[in-house]
């Protein structure tokens, strides 16, 4: 499992302005979430991304300690679990960034190589590892052809979870464009690990108002304004515009997961998550 982090607003902010002391949490979680980091920015140019990879964990490391300082206006942030087969080394580090888009994922799901193969068989984006998330991000930039980014990263999803035979945990993901975030929370429900963490899959949000920029992580350290974060819905999908952190739900009408009204009825109502980010 990983932990994420998301941030687009008007303001630049570095990940310690965001979290204030739920940095030291985050980093804390490094010792667990240890097998490195990866961070990608978006502020010389749209959709072009400064990408820094470490496969050291967080708290041990002089350049996540530089980099926590350093602000941006579209930031996204990934401490990295690997999972049982699925490498350790720079190929499988997060965030994987092509065509435009920046991406990151936390969970597991089985099977990767079958997914793998149906990309060749459609002539989609190939991965260069054998990481899952790798794979996951191919079938979501596959889609991406033919859907809008929304409905093709819950078709990604539903592709995963076909090929793993209902074997996975958690397809969470992070997807910024230059247009803004897309945050898709979606877990199994029933697993044996959220009898003993119920949230342990549950996406954090706060801002999402006009001006006051958006901010998304996962569970186990605070988004640094306590009280003032509201958990997604498993199934949900929110995206926050780039340049302003305003947040809407476009949650799409298909994953099986899915709990939240069809993208249509929502697609113009701003989700208020917070007071300032």
Known sequence: MCRMLVYVGPRAKSPADILGNGLAELVDLSHEHCHGWGEATMD???????????????FMCNEFARISRMPGKNVMLHLRQASTGMGKGFESSHPFVADGMAFCHNGVFARPGRLRKWL?????????????????????RYYARSMDLPEAIAAAADKAIEVSDGQW???????????????????KEGTAMLKEIPDRYRIQVRGGATGHGFVAGS??????????????????????????GDAIDVTPAIGEASTAPPAHTVANQQVRVGVGA
């Open 44 to 58: 010389s140019a749209p959709g072009k991304f400064a990408v820094r990879r470490c496969l050291e964990p967080a």
């Open 120 to 140: 060749a068989s459609v002539d989609g984006p190939m991965p260069k590892g054998i990481c899952d998330s790798e794979a996951y991000f191919c079938a979501v």
């Open 169 to 187: 945990l958690s397809l969470n993901a992070m997807v910024m464009t230059a247009q803004g975030v897309y945050v898709y929370n979606r877990f």
């Open 219 to 244: 569970q186990g350290f605070s988004l640094g304004r306590p009280g003032q974060q509201q958990w997604m819905r498993n199934g949900q999908m929110l995206f926050a515009r780039a340049g302003n």
